[in-house]
């Protein structure tokens, strides 16, 4: 799991407990039949660190990068069953993907 990870937990941890504190602040200003003018300085740090905590770990832990594009030849080959479906669309499809069209679609 690694030292990325256990940030992270930690700045999730901070957060909660950030959100927690505002709950009750709020509900202690209702008691109090006080205006709520803002969160409480202690609440404000743990915002920011929880969020910098997150943030670090969001941009540290690798994680497994796919490509966005899939392989031309394997869509090609997923296309050819619904062909008889894509006659029907032809016009649409062959508006947007004019490169991407199987054999079976003619326009």
Known sequence: MGVGFAVDVFGV????????????CRGLLKITEE???????????????GSIFCMWAA????GKFLLIHPNLG??????RPICPLLLDS????????PTI???CVVL
């Open 35 to 49: 205006e709520f003018s803002g969160p409480p300085m202690d609440v404000m740090v743990e915002l920011i660190l």
């Open 74 to 79: 394997n869509f090609l080959s997923l296309l």
């Open 59 to 62: 941009h540290t832990v690798p």
């Open 13 to 24: 941890l901070i957060l909660s407990h950030a959100a927690y504190s505002i709950v009750q």
């Open 101 to 103: 069209l199987p054999d």
């Open 90 to 97: 032809s016009r649409l499809v062959g508006t947007f993907f």
